[in-house]
Each structure stands twice: as C-alpha cells, then as structure tokens.
C-alpha cells in the first residue's frame, strides 16, 4: 500500500465526518438536550460512528490498492 494514496484517503474519512458532526451531529444534540440523553450513550454513539468510517475507509484503500495493482501489471 502507497503511504501518499492512505493518507490522501485518510484526509477524505476525516473531512466526511467533520461534515457529518457539523450538519448531522450537532442539530441532533440540540434536540436530545431538551429531551434528556444519557452521556456515556452520545459517547459510544459517536465512537462507534467514528470507528465505522474507519473501517469502511480501510477496507476501500485496501480493495483500491488491489485493483490498481491489476491494472498496472
């Protein structure tokens, strides 16, 4: 695996979630604040989230890396 493509990747997962706490996230929390939520739930809500981008961004670099590796033989 190129070291320059994963970062570039990287940076994509990283961006995607900032866009997804400013415009998904932070209108929910608005909303559970005035219902009630416990706090250590909106931890592991957002960990989870988290954790799912990074693995769907792993498994694309690795099957991306694959399949440019074909094309160049």
Known sequence: MQWRSFWRHTRTIFETLVIYFLLI???YDLWIG????????????IVGITV???IVELVYNAIRQIVVKRRSK
């Open 25 to 27: 996230q932070g209108p």
């Open 34 to 45: 005035k219902i009630g939520y416990r706090f250590s739930s909106y931890v592991i809500d």
């Open 52 to 54: 799912l981008f990074v």
